[in-house]
Each structure stands twice: as C-alpha cells, then as structure tokens.
C-alpha cells in the first residue's frame, strides 16, 4: 500500500467534504484522512505528487471556501453514559459483503428486519398523510435524470446501464470471448448501445417523471420503495455507504405552504417515532455535497430554506452517527423541471426518505438483535409488525 | 415610477428563464422562490441586473425573507435607495 502526504493545507471548513470528494481523485485511492492537520492518501498505486495536489486543490478550493453556520440540532436523544459498545455488532455471515465494497446479501434477522422498517415507515408515516402506494422500476431514462439536474450536481455517483448493441456480428464475437474465459469479460469499443438508462439514484424521481406536464387537481402524498444506486468509490468502506440500498420515500406534491407544512408534521413525528423506540441521535440541518463549481450557491440556497434535515443515529463505540433518514424539500425545482402544476402554480414538493439497511444497522448497533431486550415502543411496534405479517396470505409478498 | 421599475423586473425574469416567460402566474406579488422563478444563480443575476440598471446595490439584501421574494418588494426596495 502507498501513502501520500499532500502539501495543500486543510481548510478550516468543509473538511468532510473533501476527504469524502478525494476518493475522486483517482480510481486507485483507497483511503483518505487528516493526521497532523495535513492530507494523507492511501492508495493502490503510487500516485504522482502534482496529481494528489491538483486535486486536493480544485476540493479545498470548492468546499473548503463556504463556512456555513454551525449546526444546530432541531431535536436530540442522547445515548445513555453506559452505552458505550455496540449491543450487537454487524455480522459478516448475515450482512454479507457481496464483491465490491458497498454491496451487500442480507440474510435472516436482517432480512426480516428490512421488511419490518418498511412495513412501519408505512404504519407511523405514509398513513398519516394519505400516501398512494407506487411501484417504481430501478432504473430511469437518463433523460428524465438530466431533468432532476442529478447529471450535473451528483455526476460521480453515476451507475450508466448498457447493453450490447443490435448486431449479431457483435453478439457472437462477445459470445465467443466469454466462451473463452471464466473470468468478466469487458465489451469492446463501439459494442455498447448508448447509455439510455440510470440506476436510480433516488427514488422519488420516478414520482415527479410520472407528472410531467400534469395539472394536479390538489397536493399529493405519494409513497414508494426502491433499490437505490450512487457509485462513491472509497468511501463504501465507510459503515452504511452501500452502493445499492433500499429507500422508502413519502412524497409530498403540492402546493409551497402544503409542502411546508407535510415538513413540520414529520419532523414532529420523527421526534416521536426516534422517542418510542430509543433510537439515539440528532436530527440536524444538512446540505448535499454538490460536487460541482456552484456548490457554494447551492449549499447557501440549501441551508438559507432549511431544504435538508437527517436523523443520525449514534453508532456505539464508534463515534460515528449514520444519517438514517432525510426529510427534504426542493422548493419548485422539480415542479419546474417536469412541468407539473397545482392549482395553476408550478408544484412545490418534498420528501422524506428512510434508508432501511442503515436504519438496520444502528437498531441492531443500539438495541441488539433480541427483541425481548429492545426498548419498549421498538417491542410494540415490532409485535404489530409480526402480527400484521401473519395475516399476509401465503405467498404475497 | 414603481409600476415601471416592478415591469422592468418582471421582463427581467422572463427573459432570465424561457419557462418563465409564458407563465401567466408570474406577477409582482407572486412569491419568487415558492414559484420556482428564481434561485441561487437567478438572484445574482438579478443584483447584476439591478447595479448596472439603476445603480443601485442589493447584494447585501436578503433575499429569502419576506417582501425581497416578491418583485413589488425588490422594486420598493430600489425606490428607497438614497438619491431615488
């Protein structure tokens, strides 16, 4: 392994930000930290100098400029003083990685577990508000993700679909390669389509490219579960950064003082939800690391409408928190981009979304993997949940 | 002279953004950021516009709070400008 000092000072802001965005720097970065208020990347290979600096340069110059002010925590449940180790860790057998780092098999609890927080974002959230169930595909066009403006802000989160082109000259040769191999076999120059869809980053953009160019009669709750994909390179060796995980979302369409108002009534609930069942953290103000020239103006219009909040959850022992959940909202952003109207106005929306397999992992790091020993409103919920299961007919989903 | 100002700023956004140009609900009173006709980029197009149209700066106010997200309330504050 290869270890590099980079000359570039850290700047007094935005530090996370950078160290997240260094893994960019190049494919063989493994890790990236600060020690002796200095940079220091730990790579593959051997990098050159000028490329770490260079890039460490462009990242301190875009994230380390804005000092926005400190975070504030809306609502706080410390963690009692003994909690000081994880109650269970994550097993490997069970929260299996799966090839590259970020991805991963779930097995029973976890699986059971899973479907458990999904089944309760549905009873404690959706509910409330009257959500409509939808069933979104994985994948998106990539022209309604250009839309979303996802393709300029987030563009090293991208996962591009393909295919091999319709050519049975390109088939067979493709074919016959494999045939020749037991290992990956890469596609040659000009045998892939053009990329026509995305995975998913987000499952709510599906909401709004259903709606494009709708006159909605009235505000809209829509709820929906997805397998969700953002490719960030080194930084899945962090606990929770998975490749693909699991987002259920309660989507709000409507409009500006509706979607305000969906706002406050979940932050409310998820200080009560966050209550009932102990889950220790904070739910904070957060901004998205845009990765691109204009982050400074958008993490100021971000904080300035308080767009973003996430609940993280305190992972004992490790003193880290994992954002478990976010409540967002967009103003029109998307209301514009896709058209989509109510009462004449261009829709203003919002969402909160859970992310289930990180919400897995701090239960499980908090309370353990023993329902008998959970917190008592985590018990009750769970006993409903199993309850509700058990009435499911055999073989429904 | 307010009317001509409130008019001036409203050409302005239109021609910002193709989207806002056929929209019928952009007025003066209309809130500016909940409508989706201005964001982080439109508002320092609008300084801009604003110092090189009348010479007057509003950088230093603050766009997301009360009458400065409505255009009746950036042309008020340009009427109240010292010299105006």
Not at chain 1, 240 to 253: K, Q
């Amino acid at each position: 392994m290869n270890r590099i000092r980079s000359s570039v000072p850290v700047p007094a802001h935005g530090r996370d930000l950078v160290r997240y965005a260094a893994a960019y720097i190049h494919p063989a970065v493994e890790r990236v930290w600060i020690e002796d208020e200095a940079w220091w990347v730990e790579s593959a290979e051997l990098l050159p100098q000028t490329l770490v600096d260079e890039g460490f340069e462009l990242l301190c110059r875009r994230f380390g400029s804005v000092e926005l002010p400190p975070l504030v925590p809306r609502f706080t449940l410390a963690p009692p003083a003994g909690l000081t180790a994880p109650a269970a860790e994550i097993d490997p057998a069970r929260f299996q990685p799966s090839g590259p780092p970020g991805l991963f098999i779930l097995r029973t609890p976890y699986s059971d577990l899973m479907r458990f927080f999904d089944w309760i974002t549905l009873w404690r959230f959706a509910r409330a508000f009257g959500a409509r169930d939808e069933l979104y595909p994985n994948v998106i066009p990539i022209e309604q993700l250009a839309l979303t403006q996802h393709l300029r802000a987030f563009p090293e989160h991208l996962h591009f679909v393909s295919h091999l082109s319709e050519d049975l000259r390109v088939l067979e040769s493709f074919a016959a390669r494999a045939r020749a191999t037991t290992g990956p076999v890469q596609p040659e120059a000009g045998e892939l389509a053009p990329v026509a869809l995305m995975h998913n980053p987000s499952t709510c953009y599906h909401c709004y490219a259903a709606r494009r160019g709708a006159q909605l009669p009235d505000n809209e709750a829509v709820t929906a579960v997805t397998r969700c994909h953002r490719y960030e390179s080194a930084n899945h060796s962090d606990p929770g950064r998975l490749m693909e995980f699991t987002l259920r979302e309660i989507i709000f369409i409507g409009s500006a003082d509706y979607v305000r108002e969906t706002r406050e009534t979940c932050m409310k609930m998820i200080e009560d939800w966050a209550t009932a069942w102990s889950l220790y953290g904070e739910l904070l103000p957060a901004n998205d690391p845009f990765f691109t020239d204009d982050y400074e103006a958008k993490a100021v219009h971000q904080h300035r409408l308080a767009m973003k909040y996430e609940y993280r959850a305190v992972l004992p022992g490790t003193g880290r928190t994992l954002a478990v959940l976010s409540s967002n909202l967009h103003a029109a952003t998307f209301g514009k981009a896709f058209d989509i109207r109510v009462g004449g106005m261009r829709a203003n929306t919002g969402c909160l979304g859970f992310g289930l397999e990180r919400l897995a992992i701090a239960v499980v790091m908090q309370h353990g993997l023993d329902p008998a020993r959970w917190p008592e409103g985590l018990r009750r919920d769970y006993a409903l949940w199993q309850a509700a299961d058990a009435l499911r007919p055999s073989g429904q989903p | 002279m307010a009317q001509a100002v409130v008019a001036d700023l409203l050409d302005f956004l239109r021609r910002l953004d193709p989207s806002n140009a056929e929209d019928p609900m952009l007025t003066a009173d209309v809130d500016l950021i909940d409508g989706g006709y201005i964001d982080s980029f439109g508002m320092v197009e609008l300084i801009e516009f604003v110092r090189s149209r009348y010479g007057v700066d509003l950088s230093g106010a603050d766009f997301y709070e009360g009458q400065m997200r409505k255009v009746s309330g950036i042309a008020a504050a340009i009427a109240a400008q010292p010299g105006r």
